[in-house]
């Protein structure tokens, strides 16, 4: 009874400590290289009118910054910090989500604490991999490729891109693979209603299979903006044309 009653006031401990509750979202971040005073955005989609807008502001202080609020639904949103080249993209939804801004390489920022963004790290990384050899091959080579078009080397120049194309085609073979691997097996993930919802804006895509990934998806993430957005293309995918000629009246027997 007296390890029950332990358990039962741990557990009461545990979720007490968090700080925020269902439909909140809160953002704790350290901003390396930032100074103090200087803003950072966040920024979402207008439901609407799909437009960017801010969504509040807040200004770095030692080094830190935190922001918070209210959620409906996992959406990607942007960090614009003041002094960076570039806006940082991270998922916004429920619980407490941990962004480390590292203002001098934006790539080089760090972002966990939720379901959906410790998957969206992962991913990115695994794509990294993937990615590798193009990159590589883009370092080795730029500045061979820069000589040969000042010399107007069109040989050099079009062995060059036979091979970056080669290259390319084999990267993007691969991360479709990926991607394809990543959503059969993380259905309640929301990369993988993204993931999805690339498939089905591709018109080489096999909407049967479509379909069967997106029945396995959880529910969590068939509802949401993209979720139904797949449901809606499905079913029209799945309506005659417009135009068809239906077969005669009393034809099959």
């Known amino acids: 009874m007296k390890k029950i009653l332990f358990l039962l006031t741990a557990s009461a401990a545990i979720i007490s400590c968090s700080k925020v509750k269902d439909g909140e979202y809160l953002i704790t971040g350290t901003a390396k290289g930032i100074e103090n005073g200087k803003t950072i955005i966040l920024q979402g989609l207008d439901p609407a009118t799909r437009m960017s807008v801010a969504l509040d502001t807040v200004k770095v202080e030692n080094g830190k910054f935190e922001i918070k609020g209210k959620v409906t639904e996992p959406a990607f949103h942007t960090l614009i910090i003041q002094g960076a ?6 998922i916004l939804e429920t619980g407490e989500i941990n962004i480390e801004v590292d203002k001098d390489s934006i790539h080089k920022s760090k972002v966990s604490g939720t379901y959906n963004n410790d998957e969206y790290t992962k991913f990115n990384e695994e794509l990294t991999k993937t990615q590798k050899n193009l990159i590589d091959f883009q370092k080795k080579n730029t500045q061979k490729m820069q000589q040969a078009q000042q ?3 069109t040989a050099t120049i079009n062995s060059l891109m036979k091979q970056y194309m080669e290259i390319q085609t084999e990267v993007q073979a691969n991360s479709k693979k990926k991607y394809l691997a990543y959503a059969e097996s993380h259905p309640k993930s929301f990369i993988s209603v993204l993931i999805l919802q690339g498939m089905i804006n591709d018109p080489s895509t096999d909407m049967k299979k479509a379909e069967s990934l997106y029945n396995a998806l959880d529910e ?5 903006t993209p979720g139904k957005e797949i449901k809606t293309r499905l079913g029209q995918a799945k309506m005659p044309a417009v135009g068809a000629t239906a077969p005669p009246v009393g034809s099959a027997k």
């Open 220 to 224: 969590s993430v068939k509802n949401t």
């Open 151 to 153: 010399a107007q080397d």
């Open 85 to 90: 080249n570039q806006p940082y993209p991270f």
